[in-house]
T-cell receptor
């Protein structure tokens, strides 16, 4: 069964420093991978997604992620974070359902806290 | 307004009461989902729907009922609320065509407290 593991529940970092949020997945088939961000008291917003093609995926707000099939990882990175990046980040993998659609299996989330 | 909206945003109810959470989307997406978010569990799928009058169970369906008489609405009902159903509930929609377009668009969530 597919699953997602986010290795860090919290990541504290100072403003303008680089950050990496780690995500590993388990799947026996081809996968589609996603990173979502959740700001306080809001829903989830898509940051980026990997469906196929280039293993380096660029998303919104300066984030990028690299799909590594051999290590079954999809780590999220940003070279220089801002205070406004403080949020909860979720990694997700798609799983096929009936009726020709997929569902998302989410990790437990990583809280990114950016300090001035 | 375009998008996906949930109501109410906050709800407190008593154990044993029936409560319905509403979800409305304006994109005419075929697929809609209900997730619950709990600390330490991330988001877990409760129910999903592929079209009007087509629904199916997700990972944690017990104690919940859904319906989808119209494409744009996907209400979630807790038939007899329990404290374990205290959670934040998210509705999402997706075009979902062909299994590759699985980008889900989420509502702002409903924070439900069962006392």
């Amino acid at each position: 069964a597919q699953s997602v593991t986010q290795l860090d529940s919290q990541v504290p970092v100072f403003e303008e420093a680089p950050v990496e949020l780690r995500c590993n997945y388990s799947s026996s088939v081809s996968v589609y991978l996603f990173w979502y961000v959740q700001y306080p008291n809001q829903g989830l917003q898509l940051l980026l997604k990997y469906l196929s093609g280039s293993t380096l995926v660029k998303g919104i707000n300066g984030f990028e992620a690299e799909f590594n099939k051999s290590q079954t990882s999809f780590h999220l990175r940003k070279p220089s974070v801002h205070i406004s990046d403080t949020a909860e980040y979720f990694c997700a993998v798609s799983v096929s359902l009936s009726y020709n659609t997929d569902k998302l299996i989410f990790g437990t989330g990583t809280r990114l806290q950016v300090f001035p | 307004d375009a998008g996906i909206t949930q109501s109410p945003r906050y709800k407190i109810t008593e154990t044993g009461r029936q409560v319905t959470l509403m979800c409305h989307q304006t994109w005419s997406h075929s697929y809609m989902f209900w997730y619950r978010q709990d600390l330490g569990h991330g988001l877990r799928l409760i129910y999903y729907s592929a079209a009007a009058d087509i629904t199916d169970k997700g990972e944690v369906p017990d104690g919940y009922v859904v319906s989808r008489s119209k494409t744009e609405n996907f209400p979630l009902t807790l038939e007899s609320a329990t404290r374990s159903q205290t959670s934040v509930y998210f509705c999402a929609s997706s075009p979902g065509v062909g299994g590759t377009n699985t980008e889900a668009f989420f509502g702002q969530g409903t924070r439900l407290t069962v006392v």
